[in-house]
């Protein structure tokens, strides 16, 4: 069996932690015992992210996404993938130019709520990924609708996700208000939660959440492997 050799675009630590767990584990499930496709990952300073991503420099967000690209592509990596959701904004500028292909986080996810007949969707996440047509557009091929956090939902989840979550710092309230907001969903007609932000799943999941989730990191390193094992 040829497998593919999986590049790994990392963002935030935890993120691309997850991600690379799951790849490990789960390929473990798939191919034997400490058995897994070859992972590289280039790990760029989260700050240098969001440097840019505070001026709305998605171009910047681009070439260092291209830069860590360069790099895998000469690690041997087959193929790309991103652990971090607020960053697809940037891959229609990076696709053109990439050394390698790449898979798309939302277009994992969008696919999951399609198989599973998902309708109405809650997406939560960093305040530029909601306000991004990133899951809109990968949605609307599914002919999925979807509702998004109200504005002061929208900062909070950012407060969290930035100031605690990336940092490695869970706290029962920031899982008390992600449960409050999805309830606010359930309301709204929601049959489903994407958890739009890679770190999201490291403190909400099918048993604590009011609704069933989608968990983008998850199902991110889940295409990869089977992109890697084919």
């Known amino acids: 069996m040829s497998i593919r050799h999986i590049g790994v675009v990392a963002c935030s630590a935890e993120g691309a932690a997850l991600c690379y767990r799951t790849i490990v584990h789960q390929g473990a499930e798939r191919l034997g015992a400490h058995r897994h496709p070859e992972v590289s990952l280039s790990s760029l300073p989260l700050a240098r992210y969001m440097e840019r991503i505070d001026r709305g420099d998605w171009a910047g967000v681009a070439d260092l996404m291209l830069d860590s690209a360069a790099k895998l592509a000469g690690a041997g990596a087959d193929f790309l993938i991103c652990p971090d959701n607020t960053l697809h904004q940037a891959l229609p500028l990076v696709e053109p130019h990439s050394p390698l292909p790449w898979l798309h986080i939302a277009e994992a996810v969008a696919d999951e709520a399609h198989e599973r007949q998902y309708r109405r969707l809650g997406i939560l996440g960093t305040r ?83 609704l069933p989730t989608l968990d983008s990191t998850r199902l991110l390193a889940r295409a990869a492997l089977r992109r890697a094992i084919g």
């Open 128 to 210: 530029w990924l909601v306000e991004s047509d990133v899951y809109p557009s990968a949605l609307a091929k599914h002919d999925v609708a979807f509702i998004l956090p109200e504005r002061a939902e929208r900062e909070e989840l950012n407060r969290i996700i930035m100031d605690e979550l990336v940092c490695g710092v869970f706290k029962p309230e920031a899982l008390a208000f992600h449960q409050r907001v999805i309830e606010r969903m359930k309301r709204a007609g929601c049959d489903a939660v994407v958890l739009g932000c890679t770190e999201i799943p490291l403190i909400v999941n099918d048993a604590n959440s009011p």
